[in-house]
C-alpha cells in the first residue's frame, strides 16, 4: 500500500481537536464520511475516538485509499 501525501501529525490533531466535526476526515478528503460524521456529530465521539485510534495506528486511509502513514 502506499503512503498518502497528507500530513500524519496534521491528520492526528485534527481528529484530536476537531475529530466531533469530522475534520480529519474532510482534510484526509473522505468528503462523504465527513459530511455524516459533521451530522451525527461523531456519533457522540465514538466515532472520533475510533478513528483516533485507527490514526495513531497508522491505518487511516485518504480518499484514494492511501495510507496515512507517521
Same mark, same amino acid.
Given at each position: 500500500?502506499?503512503k498518502?501525501?497528507? #500530513?500524519?501529525l %496534521?491528520?492526528v ?8 466535526f469530522? %475534520? ?6 473522505? %468528503?462523504? #464520511?465527513g459530511v ?9 465521539g465514538?466515532?472520533?475516538l ?11 486511509e ?9
Amino acid at each position: 500500500m502506499y503512503k498518502s501525501e497528507k #500530513s500524519w501529525l %496534521v491528520t492526528v490533531l485534527l481528529c484530536f481537536f476537531l475529530g466531533y466535526f469530522g %475534520v480529519h476526515r474532510f482534510y484526509a478528503g473522505r %468528503v462523504f #464520511s465527513g459530511v455524516i460524521m459533521l451530522l451525527t456529530a461523531g456519533t457522540c465521539g465514538i466515532w472520533q475516538l475510533i478513528d483516533f485510534i485507527i490514526i495513531l495506528c497508522g491505518r487511516f486511509e485518504d480518499g484514494d485509499g492511501y495510507l496515512i502513514k507517521p
